[in-house]
């Protein structure tokens, strides 16, 4: 015969999982101001935090013997005190980032600083599939190696692959440039070849995660990067948000009906802007003025002083450009637009873009170029692997430790 508990067995446990509740959030209030202020005394975080300096202890106490953060110094204060600061011990864990391109795959491995202590860049496996996943994993040792980190401090990983990327499942439902990394679980893949759960982003959106933790969008809630090499695509921040889509396709404005005809089935494949501003749309642009045929995109910029040619296809790119700007601003209103990829992050092509958004607006909205370079994907990766593993500490349910917090494990080869 079953027996349901009594009301003061069930108050208990209420009251129990309402004091863990609160000794979560009260470690993440830390843990958030010293990954924001860097060393800092137990008397500013109550300050900082709003919380007592008996509960500020008790975190401390529990994050210092758990591993997490580390007595870094002293500070003076008043009437010739000191007081001791802390620090998040930055080797406490570690993570992935993985920037996999058509052509090149870069793998880096950081610490929760979010310095990078080992990275390897490779031609990216042209069997693709499962190849592709093979050759991650067999970097992420080498990596684990070079920096003598042991395994069981790898605690997160995220990938940035092009093609459109499904919300809820992480699957990689078009990838053009990656044979065969639409035929299988990657997520499932990756997660088994590193050991650790994995999550796959666009890399055009990791990019712009990157530009929001690093570069030049850092404070700013609304925003858009949009980058333009091969292709174009943007990421999407909103009201501090990412933005995904329900289908993961949100920023794709490759699809754009500007620059042709959307009715030309040509333009299924690529989109009708991304048919008319990619490199190959230049190229040809170039040779249809009287340039040389497949000429490449870097050789026209070095032509532009000397050949008028070379000028006016890169201004007739611009208009587009300018003209799909306008669109994407009168839907989102961003701040700023970050322009990054091999071509948008052209001082020239910008200086022709803005000339035109001068024209039709009487506020031209401000345009920056990508801080980060060919590098905004990598560090995106890895400043989302960080925030994962920032919020896994700290999930409601986990038993470890009394604040919750797994402990910073030892490898018996250590």
Known sequence: MAFAPSEDAADRNASLLQEQSLRLASARFVVERLLRDG??????LSRATGLSKQTISEVMRALEREGWVREVGQVQGAVGR???????KPDAAFVLGIDLGGTKLDVALADLGGTIVAERVEATDRAGGRDVVAQIGRIAEQLLAEASVPRS???????????????????????????????????????EALGIAVDIENDVNLAAVGEHWRGNSRGQRNFVFIAVGTGIGMGIFAEGQLIRGARGAAGEIAYLPL???????????????????????ISDRYAGLGGEAETSVRTIFDRLEEDPRAALALDETARTIATALLAVHAVLDPDTI???????????????????????????????????????????AIGSAIDGVHRSLF???????????????????E
Do not use: Q, W
């Not at 060393?39 to 500013?44: G, L």
């Not at 999930?395 to 080869?413: K, M, N, Q, Y």
């Open 39 to 44: 060393a800092t005394s137990r008397a500013e």
């Open 82 to 88: 000191t007081a001791v600061t802390y620090a998040l």
């Open 153 to 191: 401090r790898l605690r997160g990983a995220v990938m940035g692959s092009p093609g459109i990327i499904e919300p809820s499942s992480g699957a990689i439902t078009i990838a053009p440039n990656i044979p065969g990394l639409d035929s299988f679980d990657v997520r499932g893949a990756l997660a």
């Open 259 to 281: 620059g042709g005809d959307p009715f030309d089935a040509r333009g299924h494949k690529l989109g009708t802007l991304e048919s008319a501003i990619g490199s190959a749309a």
């Open 338 to 380: 970050i322009l990054g990829g091999s071509i948008g992050a052209r001082a020239e092509l910008k200086e022709r873009i803005l000339a035109y958004l001068a024209r039709c607006m009487t506020e031209p909205v401000r345009v920056e170029i990508s801080a980060l370079g060919s590098r905004a994907t990598l560090i995106g």
């Open 395 to 413: 999930g409601i349910g986990a038993e470890s430790s009394p604040l919750a917090l797994p402990p910073v494990t030892v490898d018996a080869a």
